[in-house]
């Protein structure tokens, strides 16, 4: 059995609604992707996630709810973000304008440029994103 304490959180979005629908598109296998900005991972001084690593999925309650396994990570510019990935997010968008806009209203948002702590944040077509596809190895529920 594996040391659930070795695994690191993975929480999507901030905790509430959002959150709540993605781990549930998740634990349905609609979403196997996700997108964060190179420049968050920058801001906390976190590495990029390597294949096959592992970490526990976290509701808006805090409780690990799934492990799920990196499969791939890609970094590109935000411009090149494609349709295949952004129906893989499972989040309902059929194109790439409609799911850049719900994502840029959220990393415009004041508790993102917070967390950057860069009240004028705005990203551009050539913003770093990282592009994470996983599969979910184990329902903890």
Known sequence: ME???ALKP?????PGPLRDRLVAAVLAGEKVSTSGLLVEYEAEKEELPP???????IDSGGREVAVVE???????????VDLQ??????EGYTSVAAWRAAHEAFWHSEEMREALDDPA???DD???VVAERFRVVERLE
């Open 51 to 57: 294949v096959g690593e592992r970490s526990a999925l």
């Open 121 to 123: 944040f705005t990203v």
């Open 70 to 80: 990196v499969t791939e990570v890609r970094v590109l510019p935000l411009g090149s």
């Open 126 to 128: 050539g913003t770093m």
């Open 3 to 5: 040391n659930r304490e």
């Open 10 to 14: 993975l929480p999507l979005a901030l």
């Open 85 to 90: 990935h952004v129906l893989d997010e499972g």
